[in-house]
């Protein structure tokens, strides 16, 4: 009989979401290598092996294929062509599936495929060059969001169009044309919520309860759980991500980012093929964390129990703005001394301003007590640099 156990790992990205995974993985005693392109990065003290090199870099793609079982990744924000090439000319068991992963790369793409599979989504409108906006604005209608297809994220690649006026600027800031483009009608929505869904090997799917998402200047803030939306919205979102993960066929944790409108009908604004930020309350809330849950799926083991045993929230802790270099972490002593708070630093050696540093949960009975809780101890909390 084989030991399922005795399966390497090997994680393309060494940041938080791969210390998270690995942190996980260690508690099954599976043993871990890393592609990260910095030493000491978060995930480095973990793993058992790190190559030091670019996320691209196929060689050192190659050469993670050849130490490991199984390969999974932190970002998708990576060399999709060259793990495909593994999986087909060198047999390598990759989770989530690269061609899946090409496709969600590009916004575009992504929401062609779900709106192809009756995922309901905001309209959007391919964009070739400037000369597409005045018929985009036409068919669209003001405001409606002008969006790099490739490469953004906390917020990075949005720019809302409120008028002609803004047309040069939006394209400039997106690239003037070396970007792919697309458009999508804004939504007046009530609330941004997200759900994250694992599915096996096998196709069993399991999802977790709804999060509602607060964002400050594009970056996630806040995220409490359950989310504080009606029955039939939150049952409808968790059928519209176990719809999503059927459409992609995905094997391991995704994320899906969604609106609830003023009707209490859900869009889904983008997928995300990996463990995410807005998951991070399931390590103190759920029986299961995303992490685990992860884990378990890529490596062919039974899913676990998702569903969450107290009202949560989670707050992201960022660096603070003026300060860039070396990480200086302060008032950890008080934060930890509120009642329910759980404290998780990254180990990023270096800070910038608003640069995702660590997070903290707290749960309690209510998700109100959980919020007052979690915000008080977040207000002891600063990330800045030492002085030279």
Same mark, same amino acid.
């Given at each position: 009989? *084989?030991?399922?156990?005795?399966?390497?790992?090997?994680?393309?990205?060494?940041?938080?979401?791969?210390?998270?995974?690995?942190?996980?993985?260690?508690?099954?005693?599976?043993?871990?290598?890393?592609?990260?392109?910095?030493?000491?990065?978060?995930? !480095?003290?973990?793993?058992?092996?790190?190559?030091?090199?670019?996320?691209?870099?196929?060689?050192?793609?190659?050469?993670?294929?050849?130490?490991?079982?199984?390969?999974?990744?932190?970002?998708?924000?990576?060399?999709?062509?060259?793990?495909?090439?593994?999986?087909?000319? !060198?047999?390598?068991?990759?989770?989530?599936?690269?061609?899946?992963?090409?496709?969600?790369?590009?916004?575009?793409?992504?929401? *062609?495929?779900?709106?192809?599979?009756?995922?309901?989504?905001?309209?959007?409108?391919?964009? *070739?060059?400037?000369?597409?906006?005045?018929?985009?604005?036409?068919?669209?209608?003001?405001?409606?969001?002008?969006?790099?297809?490739?490469?953004?994220?906390?917020?990075?690649?949005?720019?809302?169009?409120?008028?002609?006026?803004?047309?040069?600027?939006?394209?400039?800031?997106? =690239?003037?044309?070396?970007?792919?483009?697309?458009?999508?009608?804004?939504?007046?929505?009530?609330?941004?919520?997200?759900?994250?869904?694992?599915?096996?090997?096998?196709?069993?799917?399991?999802?977790?309860?709804?999060?509602?998402?607060?964002?400050?200047?594009?970056?996630?803030?806040?995220?409490?759980?359950?989310?504080?939306?009606?029955?039939?919205?939150?049952?409808?979102?968790?059928?519209?991500?176990?719809?999503?993960?059927?459409?992609?066929?995905?094997?391991?944790?995704?994320?899906?980012?969604?609106?609830?409108?003023?009707?209490?009908?859900?869009?889904?604004?983008?997928?995300?093929?990996?463990?995410?930020?807005? =998951?991070?309350?399931?390590?103190?809330?759920?029986?299961?964390?995303?992490?685990?849950?992860?884990?378990?799926?890529?490596?062919?083991?039974?899913?676990?129990?998702?569903?969450?045993?107290?009202?949560?929230?989670?707050?992201?802790?960022?660096?603070?703005?003026?300060?860039?270099?070396?990480?200086?972490?302060?008032?950890?002593?008080?934060?930890?001394?509120?009642?329910?708070?759980?404290?998780?630093?990254?180990?990023? *050696?270096?800070?910038?301003?608003?640069?995702?540093?660590? !997070?903290?949960?707290?749960?309690?009975?209510?998700?109100?007590?959980?919020?007052?809780?979690?915000?008080?101890?977040?207000?002891?909390?600063?990330?800045?640099?030492?002085?030279?």
């Amino acid at each position: 009989m *084989t030991n399922i156990l005795n399966k390497k790992i090997g994680i393309v990205g060494g940041g938080q979401l791969g210390k998270m995974m690995i942190q996980a993985a260690k508690q099954m005693g599976f043993w871990i290598a890393i592609i990260d392109p910095t030493e000491k990065c978060p995930a !480095h003290s973990l793993s058992d092996f790190h190559i030091v090199a670019g996320l691209d870099d196929k060689n050192a793609i190659k050469e993670l294929a050849a130490l490991c079982d199984v390969i999974t990744y932190e970002s998708e924000h990576i060399n999709a062509e060259a793990l495909i090439e593994l999986e087909e000319k !060198h047999g390598a068991t990759i989770y989530p599936s690269p061609k899946s992963l090409k496709i969600i790369q590009n916004k575009y793409d992504q929401k *062609t495929e779900l709106h192809k599979n009756n995922v309901a989504i905001p309209y959007f409108l391919n964009v *070739t060059d400037s000369g597409d906006l005045p018929s985009v604005g036409n068919e669209l209608g003001y405001p409606f969001m002008l969006k790099s297809a490739t490469g953004g994220y906390d917020g990075k690649g949005n720019y809302l169009i409120n008028s002609p006026d803004d047309f040069d600027e939006g394209y400039k800031s997106l =690239g003037a044309g070396t970007l792919p483009l697309m458009a999508e009608k804004f939504v007046d929505y009530e609330m941004e919520i997200s759900v994250i869904a694992c599915r096996a090997i096998c196709g069993n799917i399991k999802v977790f309860p709804v999060g509602h998402n607060t964002h400050v200047n594009s970056i996630l803030d806040e995220t409490i759980v359950p989310a504080p939306i009606n029955k039939q919205t939150m049952e409808l979102a968790m059928d519209t991500a176990h719809k999503v993960m059927e459409v992609f066929e995905g094997v391991g944790i995704f994320c899906v980012e969604m609106f609830v409108d003023k009707k209490g009908d859900v869009l889904v604004n983008e997928v995300a093929p990996r463990p995410h930020n807005s =998951g991070h309350y399931t390590i103190e809330a759920c029986v299961t964390s995303q992490f685990e849950q992860h884990i378990r799926a890529i490596c062919g083991l039974p899913l676990g129990d998702a569903s969450l045993t107290r009202p949560v929230a989670m707050i992201n802790i960022l660096g603070e703005e003026g300060f860039d270099g070396e990480t200086l972490v302060e008032g950890v002593s008080d934060a930890l001394a509120v009642k329910g708070a759980k404290l998780h630093i990254y180990g990023k *050696t270096h800070t910038k301003p608003r640069r995702k540093m660590g !997070h903290i949960t707290a749960t309690a009975d209510t998700v109100e007590e959980a919020a007052k809780l979690c915000r008080k101890a977040k207000k002891c909390i600063k990330i800045i640099a030492k002085e030279e």
